[in-house]
């Protein structure tokens, strides 16, 4: 195979090339996803404020894997770094932080910061596949050359692609929109009348807010589609007459549907059994905040559904395709401050905020007995097991109490309000690198 790029065409760096960087190469390629996670985990780190949810997250994971399979595969080919174009979830993000008003200078230290990471690993590596000094102080100046060409013309790709990006945002009808929208949020617009004329959608009306989120990029490098697809459905099975879209990046969207009249407990109902994903596209989840009216219901609507969103990102694997603001809102309420949140419920718990199966359906259980009054007859229909099913779980889960459940009464119903969150609660931070 011959190399493309100039610098390594001479004899001696030809063959550190191969037998040195080319072998490191597809070890890169092996490792890519940890190498991602812990150049995010940095950038996280370092800019915090660029990573508000999961979502922002998992962009940035994607499109940072993609650029490291994408100069695993340069180098490994020998070929020339000046030349690559960039993958998909990069310009998928380059959209994305526009929309977002991340600033150009916020992005360009994020290449930098995956850069540094991948110095260092590419230098980790050659300084454990070769002796000999000479060879690898051949082999440390060529992948350094090799990272900066490759950097520089993947920072100034992204550069362009954010110039664009930009200029067809600034002079668009969804950025006076997005504008528009951030005013009625912050309280800066109180009139419904200039506020229907801004966004084109008539704000005097009853709205449900919905917030559409995916958990991960799609092969297809945009999650929009489906998320849009969700929303629409969403708004067929309420009878909505319109729908008011507002992209939150790349993997997640937040949405009013509305109608002239009210929306009704039936028309929420529609939505199905928690569990029933027929509102809601594969991979997709949905948080709704309750109806409201006017533009204080459309603020508050959506605030709601930030929160229902918020509550079952900490959820994590338990948690339903669809989670509505009116069944979550004790937890939304009582993990506003995180730390105080966990010490709260493991001191109630105890035992029973253990982290498996058993024990989970023992505390969800009696939750569901505590809902219903302590009857168990209403409980077991609710569960829809054997009323002597749920009296043997509740005094399962009274012995791991340690103490009877008629005392403590309600803390011991918040504290399980806030058990499915614990996951959440309880996960690690960020490595620190």
Do not use: C
């Not at 589609?225 to 309420?238: H, K, Y």
């Amino acid at each position: 195979m011959e190399v493309e790029w100039p610098p390594a065409q001479e004899p001696s760096t030809q063959r550190v090339w191969r037998e040195v960087l080319r072998p490191i190469a597809g070890e890169m390629r092996s490792v890519a996803a940890d190498l991602a996670e812990r150049a995010v985990a940095r950038m996280r780190e370092e800019l915090p404020e660029l990573f508000p949810d999961a979502q922002n997250v998992a962009e940035t994971l994607a499109s940072v894997e993609a650029g490291l399979r994408l100069f695993a595969q340069v180098l490994e080919l020998g070929a020339d770094p000046r030349g690559m174009e960039l993958p998909p979830p990069t310009l998928a993000l380059a959209k994305s932080v526009v929309r977002r008003h991340i600033a150009l200078a916020d992005v360009m230290r994020l290449y930098r910061l995956a850069q540094e990471r991948v110095w260092l690993w590419v230098f980790d590596r050659i300084a454990a596949t070769t002796r000999d000094a000479a060879e690898q102080a051949v082999a440390a100046e060529l992948g350094t050359r090799w990272i900066f060409a490759f950097a520089d013309a993947a920072m100034l790709r992204a550069e362009q692609a954010y110039e664009v990006e930009r200029e067809a945002w600034q002079s668009s009808a969804t950025a006076a929109r997005a504008a528009a929208i951030e005013e009625i949020l912050d309280g800066r617009e109180r009139d419904g009348q200039r506020a229907s004329t801004r966004l084109r959608y008539e704000v005097n009306r009853h709205h449900i807010g919905v917030i559409a989120w995916a958990e991960s990029v799609p092969d297809s490098g945009d999650a929009l589609e489906a998320l849009t697809e969700s929303i629409a459905e969403l708004a067929r099975t309420v009878s909505a007459e319109s729908i008011l879209s507002h992209p939150l990046g790349s993997l997640a969207m937040a949405a009013w549907v509305s109608r002239r009249s009210a929306f009704t407990a039936t028309d929420l109902d529609a939505l199905g059994p928690r569990r029933d994903r027929h509102t809601v596209a594969p991979g997709v989840d949905i948080a709704l905040g309750e109806p409201g009216r006017a533009l204080d219901g459309f603020r508050r609507t959506h605030f709601e559904a930030a929160h229902a969103r918020r509550v079952a990102s900490m959820v994590l694997s338990r948690r339903e395709a669809l989670t509505r603001y009116q069944e979550i809102a004790v937890a939304a309420l009582g993990t506003a401050d995180r730390d105080h949140a966990l010490a709260f419920v493991t001191r109630v718990l105890g035992p029973l905020a253990a982290d498996d199966e058993t024990t989970y359906r023992l505390a969800m259980t009696l939750a569901v007995y505590l809902d219903e009054n302590f009857s168990r007859l209403r409980a077991a229909e609710r569960l829809t097991v054997h009323p002597n099913t749920v009296t043997y779980r509740v005094h399962q889960a009274e012995a791991l109490l340690g103490r009877s459940i008629s005392t403590e009464t309600l803390a011991l119903r918040v504290a399980l309000e806030l058990l499915p969150t614990l996951p959440g609660l309880t996960q690690s931070r960020p490595t620190e690198l």
